[in-house]
């Protein structure tokens, strides 16, 4: 399975900044998915980053807050944008090579704003 | 309305004991059910993964069931270590082109 690479693995910021998380995967793939997941809740889906379109949000997550950019087919990265304490989460990327497979899990970045 | 659901919520067991884990889903049609482990902090990783025609599933001391008909899952665990303390998701898939539903998570402390 794919080996995923993700950064900053936790970063402490202030309000109203932006901070950028990057992941990496050892082998192309067409779709990235960003999840985020609150403490002592599950994953919630974002978005899913296409290579070469816009990333698809789900609903309550915009574009304006949560930028994606989908360079090539093994990078992606997701900015959590003017943050509030409210954006304290652990952030995930996911790749899945194949509907007979599982997802496999970047090891995700905590993000705690202060 | 969740369309999947875990039970217990948290469980405490003995280092050593069984303990089996439940998943019960609403999802259909359904193509696949998986299962996860998740350590505090780090990403989910893959524990198995069922089609609609397997039953049950081995991976290691992790054994998987799958009854299709009353769409309920279980992931039996054996011999218990500390290390199998973690969050264990099951998450349910509708078909291959649709995205993935997790459940909320079974919490799960062994001790010594």
């Known amino acids: 399975s794919a080996v995923i690479s993700q950064k900053p693995s936790r970063d402490i910021c202030q309000r109203g900044t932006s901070l950028t998380i990057q992941c990496q995967v050892d082998?192309?793939?067409?779709?990235m998915f960003w999840y985020r997941q609150q403490p002592g809740q599950s994953l919630t889906l974002i978005a899913t980053?296409?290579?070469?379109?816009?990333?698809?949000?789900e609903s309550g997550f915009v574009i304006d807050k949560f930028p994606i950019s989908r360079p090539n087919l093994t990078f992606s990265t997701l900015t959590v944008s003017n943050m509030s304490p409210e954006d304290s989460s652990i952030y995930l990327c996911?790749?899945?090579?194949?509907?007979?497979?599982?997802?496999?899990f970047g090891s995700g970045t905590r993000l705690t704003v202060v | 309305k969740n369309q999947v659901e875990q039970s217990p919520q948290s469980l405490i067991i003995l280092e050593g004991k069984n303990c089996t884990l439940q998943?019960?889903?609403?999802?259909?049609?359904?193509?696949?059910l998986r299962w996860y482990k998740q350590d505090t902090g780090r990403g989910p990783v893959s524990l198995t993964i069922?089609?609609?025609?397997?039953n049950t599933k081995s991976n290691g001391r992790y054994t998987a069931t799958l009854d299709a008909d009353t769409k309920q899952s279980s992931l039996h665990i054996t011999a218990s270590q500390l290390s199998d303390s973690a969050s264990y998701i099951c998450?349910?898939?509708?078909?291959?082109?649709?995205?993935?539903?997790f459940g909320p998570g079974t919490s799960l402390s062994v001790i010594p």
């Open positions: 996911s790749v899945e090579q194949g509907s007979n497979y599982g997802y496999t």
């Open positions: 082998s192309q793939v067409t779709m």
């Open positions: 980053a296409n290579q070469g379109s816009e990333a698809t949000y």
């Open positions: 998943c019960n889903y609403t999802v259909s049609p359904f193509s696949n």
């Open positions: 069922m089609t609609f025609s397997e």
């Open positions: 998450v349910v898939k509708k078909t291959s082109y649709d995205k993935v539903i």
